[in-house]
């Protein structure tokens, strides 16, 4: 246990560390926001390791409220991480086109820059985890695939299998939700249903 705690203290403080750098240094917002940012980042990274004391300490109503928000930022985090990589590719294109041009950005420039960056890659990160989120809260969306398979007995010719994954059943996605994605199933008459990873929270 402190092992696995040490090594989630060691990803989170890195991980939000890394915003930290990207989020707030690098734009030199003014002191008021960097502070708000800072203080706001380290609640974040510590919500990460505490959520999976929480979420057996507390009643399940309350986890629910509690957990619903460190939830979203475990897939916020997640987003911003992509498109902060995205913006790093950004940095050094621009970095190597001011090189080309033997005009080097100064303190101003490199500063402006920084500060689209991170309004853009908070944008942008908040408009996917609201997406995902609306997606994840909706009905699962239903592909059908014929599959053939060389060798099958003809017994099984016209099978259907109903295959499902990810339902993260827990804080967030409670057994109201699961009964509407069990009777969309069943819906469908499958010979056999396989649930496939990320069955709870």
Do not use: C, K
């Not at 469908?188 to 069955?199: K, N, R, Y």
Request: hydrophobic share 60%.
């Amino acid at each position: 246990l402190t092992l696995f705690i040490s090594v989630m203290l060691l990803l989170a403080g890195g991980t939000h560390a890394y915003f930290w750098v990207r989020l707030v240094r690098d734009p030199a917002w003014p002191p008021f926001v960097q502070r708000l940012a800072s203080w706001g980042l380290a609640v974040a990274a510590l919500s990460l390791p505490a959520n999976f004391f929480l979420l057996r300490l507390l009643p399940r109503g309350l986890a629910r409220a509690v957990l619903g928000p460190i939830f979203f930022w475990m897939g916020l985090l997640l987003l911003v991480l992509v498109w902060l990589a995205a913006a790093e590719l950004v940095r050094l294109a621009v970095g190597l086109a001011a090189w080309w041009r033997h005009l080097p950005l100064d303190v101003a420039a490199r500063q402006s820059l920084a500060r689209w960056i991170a309004l853009g890659v908070i944008g942008l990160a908040l408009v996917s985890s609201v997406v995902g989120m609306i997606t994840a809260l909706g009905a699962p969306t239903v592909r059908r695939l014929e599959i053939h398979l060389p060798g099958l007995p003809p017994a099984f010719d016209g099978a259907t299998v109903a295959q499902i994954s990810d339902l993260h059943v827990g804080p967030t996605l409670d057994g109201r939700w699961l009964a509407g994605v069990v009777e969309r199933v069943n819906a469908l008459h499958p010979d056999l249903v396989a649930v496939t990873g990320d069955l709870v929270d």
